[in-house]
């Protein structure tokens, strides 16, 4: 069975794959997409946001599935301060940090910095407007905030009933719709605003919730290893979207319950220790692109051979994840410990269970 809650640092490395994943495509872009026509985890580097989206849901099921045994409002609201905790701080720390930057610069209402979306963003609803400004890849906690909120209505029907059905059948009812209504026609990458990106995340997460409760029957196997590889090559070679997401409906649980080597990959201490970052990552890559924009214009980077973009992108992706690395220190290390001393005065009674990975 599954190691205790404290005690799955593969699913931490795997979240520096998805980080990485979207950090390069989007360094790649600027960099003339050199990486791109070689490498599809690059290409394809926007489904880094659909790994952490099932990935989510399958670590919150395995951390809070005993505290949601029993649901209470106090416990209920608890969850949402603890989930809060673990993406707000950083999330205005970068929106601030971003008002900075354009209000010096004179851009306020140009392009993404609209200052009239401002509320939004702090209310987290950034995702349900008509467009996308300021911190860009915000959308996607802004999506996975709702998929927090209906939290307890996951567990109900995908982890305490008895029976799997209703749980496979609202997972196939909203990926159904979200393929008829939405990705025949326009794809996955472009699924972040509004109801597409409520049936994004809504679909993943509930295949990570539905993930999890059958993982739970089979022990680590060196077969789940070789699993894990075949659906990841899935994910970038299937022709479909539906098919893109039942690859990553397989690789969440195939790697959690690994035994060898995507195991022990994972498990490294570079893996454990960007996946930690990872949330930093991918918060503040957006406001770094835009300097490295900058840069490269002003320095006549902008145009470079095919063998000095992919040099650049490397080299801005160390940047990168060494601002993230301070940024977690700086910022998302120590809010996050301050709201979780702040529970005691905040409700009367702690939560059951504990929240290291997510």
């Known amino acids: 069975?599954?190691?205790?809650?404290?005690?799955?640092?593969?699913?931490?490395?795997?979240?520096?794959?998805?980080?990485?994943?979207?950090?390069l495509l989007h360094l790649d872009?600027?960099?003339?997409?050199?990486?791109?026509?070689?490498?599809?985890?690059?290409?394809?580097?926007?489904?880094?946001v659909?790994?952490?989206?099932?990935?989510?849901?399958?670590?919150l099921s395995h951390v809070y599935l005993k505290m949601f045994s029993r649901i209470s409002i106090r416990d209920y609201g608890l969850f949402l301060w603890r989930r809060l905790a673990r993406i707000y701080p950083v999330?205005?720390?970068v929106l601030v940090a971003l008002f900075v930057m354009v209000a010096v610069r004179?851009?306020?209402?140009?392009?993404?910095?609209i200052v009239a979306d401002l509320p939004r963003q702090i209310a987290l609803m950034q995702a349900w407007t008509h467009s996308l400004t300021w911190n860009v890849p915000a959308w996607s906690i802004s999506a996975e905030w709702a998929a927090y909120v209906f939290f307890p209505l996951f567990v109900v029907i995908f982890l305490r009933r008895a029976p799997l059905w209703p749980g496979v059948a609202l997972?196939?009812?909203?990926l159904a719709i979200f393929q008829l209504t939405y990705l025949n026609e326009h794809g996955l990458a472009s699924a972040f605003m509004g109801w597409p990106a409520f049936l994004r995340v809504m679909s993943e997460f509930s295949i990570g919730v539905l993930g999890y409760r059958i993982s739970r029957s089979f022990e680590p196997s060196w077969k789940f290893d070789v699993v894990a590889c075949l659906s990841f090559v899935a994910i970038f070679i299937a022709p479909l979207p539906l098919a893109k997401f039942l690859a990553v409906s397989v690789f969440i649980p195939a790697v959690a319950t690994s035994q060898t080597f995507v195991r022990r990959a994972l498990s490294s201490n570079p893996a454990v220790a960007l996946g930690v970052v990872s949330y930093s990552v991918y918060m503040t890559h957006f406001p770094l692109l835009k300097l490295i924009q900058n840069f490269n214009y002003r320095f006549g980077l902008e145009k470079t051979s095919t063998l000095v973009a992919p040099m650049l992108t490397i080299s801005w992706a160390v940047v990168a994840i060494l601002l993230a690395t301070a940024t977690y220190w700086v910022i998302e290390k120590p809010a996050r410990d301050w709201c979780r001393r702040s529970e005691r005065g905040l409700f009367a009674r702690r939560l059951r269970g504990a929240d290291p990975l997510t």
């Open 1 to 23: 069975m599954l190691a205790p809650a404290q005690d799955i640092p593969h699913l931490t490395g795997l979240r520096a794959v998805a980080a990485l994943m979207v950090l």
């Open 171 to 174: 997972m196939g009812g909203l």
């Open 106 to 113: 004179g851009l306020l209402n140009t392009n993404f910095w």
């Open 29 to 48: 872009q600027i960099h003339g997409n050199v990486l791109s026509h070689y490498f599809a985890p690059v290409s394809q580097g926007f489904l880094g």
């Open 50 to 59: 659909d790994i952490f989206f099932v990935l989510s849901g399958y670590i």
């Open 91 to 93: 999330h205005i720390a």
